[in-house]
């Protein structure tokens, strides 16, 4: 299985742009590239995905490398309830397309 | 809106006891999956569903059961409860991407059972 690699916590500032970045160098050429975030007590929410252009939505943007080896989640205007550990994964779409999880980046947003 | 529901949020169990963790999804996914939360090691897969009566073992079925009757509802059984069980249990379930269609889509989770075996 695909494997993801990302910083093991960041600190940002409220109110200002978080790029949460991922490697994932031996992705395939199928794999789906997701996004999930946990609060605190909570089960993982999807955030994003894609698979080789980038895109938004409400929450979060999704910049994919050309090559694919890496991606970067973009929270354009973070607030305290960005506070959380997110999670870069990689979806095989053959089969069951399980997810493979990361260890995952905890995010500090500071007031 | 989008439910997937956990039986318990808590548990306490002793060992060698027997022990089920139900999830019930409303939405009519196909694919359901069961994962284990523990500190440092992230969450992993335990097994996972694509169908009624189907399952595969995921990373970490050693220990586990599952169980599929009905398309909503997916069981996972812990035969003899030991204390390196202990953790907390995620249940998730998506609707079936499509490789031709270069279509994925999100996993919906369950809040969790955090699961304490004494």
């Known amino acids: 299985d695909a494997k993801t690699t990302q910083p093991n916590s960041m600190e940002s500032n409220e109110e200002e742009p978080v790029h949460l970045p991922c490697n994932h160098s031996t992705i395939s050429g199928t794999d789906y590239i997701h996004w999930y975030r946990q609060l605190p007590s909570q089960g993982p929410e999807y955030v994003i995905h894609?698979?080789?252009s980038n895109v938004n939505n409400r929450m979060a943007s999704l910049a994919i490398a050309e090559d694919r080896k890496s991606s970067t989640l973009i929270l354009h205007r973070a607030t305290l309830r960005d506070a959380a550990v997110y999670y870069c994964?990689?979806?095989?779409?053959?089969?069951?397309?399980?997810?493979?999880f990361g260890q995952g980046t905890r995010l500090t947003i500071n007031p | 809106d989008v439910k997937v529901t956990q039986s318990s949020r808590y548990l306490v169990k002793r060992t060698g006891e027997k022990v089920f963790l139900e999830c019930v999804q409303d939405?009519?996914?196909?694919?359901m999956f069961w994962y284990r939360q523990d500190p440092g090691l992230g969450l992993r897969l335990i097994y996972f569903s694509y169908d009624v009566k189907m399952k595969e073992k995921g990373d970490i079925p050693e220990g586990y059961s599952v169980s599929r009757e009905k398309k909503e509802r997916f069981s996972l059984i812990l035969e003899s409860a030991s204390t390196n069980q202990t953790s907390m249990y995620l249940c998730?379930?998506?609707?079936?991407?499509?490789?031709?269609?270069?279509?994925?889509?999100?996993?919906?989770f369950g809040p969790g059972t955090r699961l304490t075996v004494t």
């Open positions: 994964i990689l979806r095989v779409i053959q089969g069951a397309q399980k997810l493979v």
């Open positions: 939405m009519d996914h196909e694919n």
């Open positions: 894609g698979l080789t």
């Open positions: 998730a379930s998506s609707e079936v991407g499509l490789a031709a269609r270069g279509v994925s889509y999100e996993q919906y």
